[in-house]
């Protein structure tokens, strides 16, 4: 069975840092593109990280851009989030999403989903 799920949530304080990840199970990260989307309380979902493995080409949203940074390791087929410098309104639901399109533009919809886990920061 595929699955992904992802981990590494908690509470910090605003400048604080955390580092998600995202574990997978029975499918290569390598053939995909994973992204970390988030969803925070009265907002749409919003992608604010991606990788494409194949290449190693990265994304990033302008509001995370600096902060956060997204890699890959092949031997644990896990995917990362280096979140840095976070701020109050990085709090959400994070999530992560394999993409058997290889797209990182958001246009196409991910073929696989994590659970999510939950980050709050406070001020």
């Known amino acids: 069975q595929v699955q992904l799920v992802e981990s590494g949530g908690g509470s910090v304080q605003t400048g604080g840092s955390l580092r998600l990840s995202c574990a997978a199970s029975?499918?290569?990260?390598?053939?995909?593109?994973v992204g970390w989307f988030r969803q925070a309380p009265g907002k749409e979902r919003e992608q604010v990280s991606c990788?494409?493995?194949?290449?190693?080409?990265?994304l990033y949203s302008d509001s995370v851009k600096g902060r956060f940074t997204i890699s890959w390791d092949r031997v644990s087929n896990t995917v990362y989030l280096q979140m840095n410098k976070l701020k109050p309104e990085d709090t959400a639901v994070y999530y992560c999403?394999?993409?058997?399109?290889?797209?990182?533009?958001?246009?196409?919809?991910?073929?696989?989903w994590g659970q999510g886990t939950q980050v709050t920061v406070s001020s």
């Open positions: 029975s499918l290569a990260l390598e053939y995909y593109a």
């Open positions: 990788i494409r493995n194949s290449d190693g080409n990265t």
């Open positions: 999403a394999a993409n058997g399109y290889l797209d990182c533009s958001g246009s196409t919809p991910s073929n696989y």
